[in-house]
């Protein structure tokens, strides 16, 4: 240990292993560690196929740092090896396999975010490539004689695929071993994560085993349903609150989340104590509180954790001022773009044969666009057919206007407004006066 460091021996346990905790394998081998003043080595593992942590990642981050402030020792592990072989992480099909630039980049930016919860200073950063990259032909064969396929294919992921005859590469079934060896390399006393990675884990608890080391500590969290109140947090799914996101945009997140999950964000991913929180539950299931008066209370604690108190009360006011009021932000992004390269001519003509009244809609100037390739080409959907179901939803507005279908009338300096948070101005380099 470093010199002044300590490590508490008296934590308030119920605290930590009981909030925002889904198992601890083993709970009772934990206690002792915990009460031991032992210095432990917390392993945390991240694949850089994807760059970006949200709040799913954030419940088992922020228990690290609980750890970190009685003292312990965090070992963040990039899977740097890894993600360049592939790698199925629970997912039904696998990972593509990526360049080392790639991980490198992507590394870069989580690290950047990782770090927005965890404290850098208190935290060792290992690479696996550090081991991984001394390893022969002869050391992975050994490695692999340690387990069976049986054990394997136990895996859930690994049981439906196979019962489903979808293919399950070779290389898919070396990545449990593999974390499990990173493990032993760095002799973890626990591994933190979310509870779809109890497989992995354990694996790397009986490796250590056979490896004469004390088998770590398996500790899970809860996995944070996303914003569409049905699935887990997933960037894939669009139902994520990214931690790098502008606080405007997170605060508007979490305002829109169900009510049902309320209870759930203000315990996996706050800090507000478990005696208010019963208050806000009780409050909730006797209807003595406006839901919309806790989302704003949890967005507030959300981005102030994330940025801090004056980003946190600027979002409120930001929210206030454009979703509650309804009014048009001050500051928004402006583009500049040729109205005749996305002009659909039969616009005004579509209008009249579905019996639109065009007054409404055309102002001085107008030009009927496509508005699915106006959004696509800006950034502001992923794909034109996202566009289109916006435009069905009703969640597409020019000018204040809802707009009926993919076509709409849009003049110079109109404004843009997608969902319930994204605006855009557009300005016409066809015409002469701008």
Not at 342 to 360: H, V
Request: glycine share 6%; charged share 25%; aromatic share 8%.
């Amino acid at each position: 240990m470093g010199a002044g460091e300590k490590v508490t021996t008296k934590p308030d346990i119920s605290y930590l292993l009981k909030r925002a905790v889904a198992e601890i394998v083993v709970e009772e081998e934990m206690i002792k560690l915990l009460r031991s003043g032992k210095r432990l080595r917390l392993k945390e593992g991240f694949d850089p196929s994807f760059p970006d942590i949200h709040l799913g990642h954030m419940v088992a981050l922020r228990k690290l740092r609980q750890f970190q402030e009685l003292g312990h020792q965090v070992i963040l592990i990039v899977a740097d090896w890894t993600a360049q072989i592939g790698d199925p992480s629970g997912m039904s099909a696998t990972r593509p396999m990526l360049s080392r630039e790639q991980v490198l980049a992507n590394a870069q930016t989580y690290m950047e975010q990782f770090f927005k919860i965890v404290d850098k200073k208190k935290t060792e950063v290992r690479w696996q490539s550090e081991w991984f990259d001394k390893f022969t032909l002869s050391d992975i064969i050994q490695l692999t004689s340690k387990f069976t396929v049986a054990q394997f294919l136990a895996r859930d992921d690994f049981s439906k695929r196979y019962n489903a005859g979808r293919p399950i590469a070779l290389t898919e079934l070396l990545y449990p071993l593999l974390q499990a060896y990173d493990s032993v390399a760095i002799q973890a006393d626990v591994e933190f994560g979310g509870t779809d990675q109890k497989f992995n884990f354990l694996v790397g608890r009986e490796l250590q085993t056979m490896m004469g080391q004390r088998p770590q500590q398996c500790f899970m969290t809860p996995l944070l349903v996303g914003t569409d109140g049905s699935q887990k947090m997933s960037k894939s799914l669009g139902n994520y609150i990214g931690v790098a996101e502008p606080p405007n945009e997170i605060y508007g997140k979490v305002m829109s989340i169900p009510d049902s999950l309320i209870m759930d964000y203000f315990e996996l991913v706050t800090d507000v104590p478990d005696k208010e929180l019963e208050e806000f539950r009780q409050a909730l299931d006797h209807d003595n509180v406006n839901p919309m008066e806790l989302k704003k209370r949890l967005a507030r604690e959300i981005v102030t954790q994330l940025y801090d108190q004056e980003a946190a009360s600027e979002a409120e006011a930001h929210f206030a001022k454009v979703f509650q009021k309804r009014e048009v932000p001050k500051e928004i992004p402006e583009y500049r773009l040729s109205f005749q390269q996305f002009e659909n001519t039969g616009g005004a003509l579509a209008y009249q044969n579905l019996g639109i009244k065009l007054a409404k809609h055309v102002k001085d100037n107008s030009v009927f666009l496509d508005i699915s390739a106006v959004l696509f080409h800006l950034g502001m959907v992923k794909s034109r057919s996202e566009a289109s179901r916006l435009v069905e939803q009703g969640a597409i507005s020019i000018d204040g206007d809802r707009i009926p279908m993919n076509i709409a009338p849009v003049r110079s300096g109109s404004i843009i407004k997608v969902g319930k948070r994204r605006f855009a101005k557009v300005i016409n380099t066809d015409t002469a006066i701008q």
